[in-house]
Structures are given as structure tokens and as C-alpha cells.
């Protein structure tokens, strides 16, 4: 099967957005912490929008078989919440990394259980269970003594995603080969 090249200006456009991406990703790894930061601040903005979307929707009836007050109601609380968002980002992105941290303890409850509880696993299948949910544990307790670490952590991970993704949109851009999310149709089985 011959795989078509992509266009000369989807190439250039390619390599332009995986340098746009390496760039975004070595200030982002340079500054962790403002960076998620940032990204709790840009939600906050998505869904101030939303809950103006929500009221106006409800207002003028436009949303079908849907409660008008009830998405009036839901809009005004995103209204509120994304104000205090973004009155305070600070504050927010330290809230969000101790709920994941929180989420993460659980995990690692969830994983030293299995782990200790599953007699039908090798002895080596256990023992990782349970060293991955403790360390699980461990991580959690250090965010939720130090979220500005944990934002930071965060943020470095975040960065050397995008580094990723823009090594492979440049490499992509040089080789002239289509990206694609989905396999195409004469491969599926």
C-alpha cells in the first residue's frame, strides 16, 4: 500500500506548529508552576464563557427539552466559579493539585488492596501492586504538604509532553508523511 505525502504547505505548517510546540514546551518546563497555573486561568476564561452560554441559553429558551431555570441556575455557578478562578488562580491551582493528590492516595489505597487481596496474581505481580501504590502514597503526601511542588511536577511533565509532540509534528513535517489519530479503513480488521 503506497502512502501519500501531505501537501508542501501542510509540511511547512507542520514543521511551524512542532517548533511553536517545542518552544511553548521549554517554557513551560523552565516555569512549571506559573504554567499550570496558566492552564487553571484559561479554564477559568473557557468556563466563564460556558456559564454565559448556559444563562443566555436559558433565558431565551434556546437549549430543547431542558430546563430553563435549571441551566440559568447552572450558569450563574459557573459564573461564580470561574470568577473565583479567576480572582484567585493561585489559590485555584493549589485546590486542583490537592484534589489530585487526594485522588491519588486513593489510587494507591486502591492499588496496596488489590495487591495484597488478589491470590490468584505471581508473587512478582503483587509485589508491584503494592510498590506502585505505595508509591502512589508517598506522592500524594508530598503534594499535599507541598502543591507548589506538585504544581511544578505538574508543569515539568506537561512540558516534556509537548516536547514530545512537537519532535513528532516536526519529524512528521520533514518526512512528509500524514499524522493520523485513526487508523485508515484498509487497516482496520
Not at 5 to 21: C, D, E, T, V, Y
Not at 90 to 97: D, E, H, L, R
Request: hydrophobic share 60%; glycine share 14%; charged share 10%.
Amino acid at each position: 500500500m503506497s502512502e501519500s505525502k501531505s501537501p508542501g504547505w501542510m509540511r511547512g505548517a507542520q514543521i511551524g506548529l512542532g517548533a511553536i510546540a517545542i518552544i511553548l514546551s521549554i517554557y513551560v518546563i523552565a516555569f512549571p508552576a506559573i504554567s499550570v497555573v496558566t492552564i487553571i486561568y484559561i479554564l477559568a476564561v473557557i468556563l466563564l464563557v460556558v456559564g454565559i452560554f448556559e444563562i443566555i441559553t436559558g433565558i431565551f429558551g434556546l437549549g430543547a427539552n431542558r430546563s430553563r431555570w435549571g441551566s440559568v441556575g447552572l450558569g450563574v455557578l459557573a459564573l461564580i466559579i470561574s470568577g473565583i478562578a479567576l480572582a484567585f488562580p493561585v489559590s485555584t491551582t493549589y485546590f486542583v493539585i490537592i484534589l489530585l493528590a487526594i485522588a491519588l492516595l486513593f489510587i494507591g489505597i486502591s492499588r496496596i488492596i488489590r495487591g495484597v487481596g488478589d491470590k490468584h496474581s505471581r508473587g512478582w505481580g503483587r509485589a508491584f501492586s503494592i510498590g506502585v501504590g505505595a508509591l502512589a502514597i508517598v506522592l500524594s503526601f508530598f503534594i499535599m504538604f507541598a502543591p507548589h511542588l506538585g504544581a511544578a511536577l505538574v508543569g515539568v511533565i506537561l512540558g516534556i509532553a509537548l516536547l514530545i509532540l512537537g519532535i513528532e509534528i516536526i519529524v512528521s513535517g520533514i518526512s512528509g508523511r500524514r499524522m493520523s489519530m485513526m487508523p485508515s479503513r484498509g487497516m482496520e480488521r
